[in-house]
């Protein structure tokens, strides 16, 4: 069984300012993906960022960034330069390599993120 | 431009009546997934199909029926069978095999029961 865990119902920033979005997983996997998603109030899930249990580089998207430590089996997500429209739900998923080829993402239960002018 | 569409946007539901919830993707993708989101909470996954005419039960999918005829359209109905339906409905799309598979969703459908 696979779990997400993130322990910040809600976190604040200042516009401009850098944060971090905490994320912690638990999984027998040992090949498998991380996702982060934002999801504003308009309730659609943005796909931001993946990092494979394999890749040895922590992904970057643009300001987007996963600091993944495989040992603590963390991959928290790093927003730099904050901006008001960052301001939204975000959520942690996993996706294991067990079963069939396509399956189910296992999802965190948010984050709120509020940026502050 | 290629996505993923849902409709309607709002649904209202009596008691005791079946609904259906459409989703339609022009992106090629194999795989299709249905999820629910109740509020302030993460998504658990009701359905999802790999191949046409094909599709497995997720960890939620007791009062819930799909069917997957064409490549592009994965519906899925509500049906009386679902005591508690209110809640927020997310279609998803995916590309990649394995732990590489990247899920796309769509705007999403607020189901609720009169």
């Known amino acids: 069984a696979q779990k997400i865990t993130q322990t910040q119902p809600g976190m604040f920033v200042q516009e401009k300012e850098a944060v971090t979005l905490d994320c912690t997983y638990d999984?027998?996997?040992?090949?498998?993906?991380l996702f982060w998603y934002k999801q504003p109030s308009s309730g659609e899930m943005i796909f931001l960022i993946y990092?494979?249990?394999?890749?040895?580089q922590n992904a970057t998207e643009g300001r987007y960034s996963l600091n993944f430590q495989k040992a603590r089996k963390s991959a928290n997500l790093v927003i730099s330069a904050s901006q008001l429209g960052d301001s939204a739900m975000y959520f942690c998923?996993?996706?294991?390599?067990?079963?069939?080829?396509?399956?189910?993402?296992?999802f965190g239960q948010g984050t709120i993120l509020t940026v502050h002018p | 431009d290629g996505g993923i569409t849902q409709s309607p946007k709002y649904l209202f539901r009596k008691e005791g009546q079946n609904v259906t919830l459409s989703c339609e993707q022009n992106?090629?993708?194999?795989?299709m997934y249905w999820y629910r989101q109740d509020p302030g909470q993460g998504l658990r996954l009701i359905y999802y199909?790999?191949?046409?005419?094909?599709?497995q039960k997720g960890d939620i999918a007791e009062g819930y029926s799909v069917s997957r005829e064409k490549k592009e359209s994965f519906p899925l109905t509500v049906t009386s069978a679902q005591k508690n339906p209110t809640a927020f409905y997310l279609c998803?799309?995916?590309?990649?095999?394995?732990?590489?598979?990247?899920?796309?969703f769509g705007p999403g459908t607020r189901l609720l029961v009169l």
């Open positions: 998803a799309s995916s590309i990649g095999k394995g732990f590489t598979e990247t899920q796309y």
């Open positions: 999984t027998s996997d040992q090949s498998y993906g």
């Open positions: 990092q494979g249990s394999y890749d040895e």
């Open positions: 998923a996993m996706r294991g390599a067990g079963g069939t080829s396509y399956g189910k993402l296992t």
């Open positions: 992106l090629n993708h194999d795989a």
């Open positions: 199909s790999q191949i046409v005419n094909d599709f």
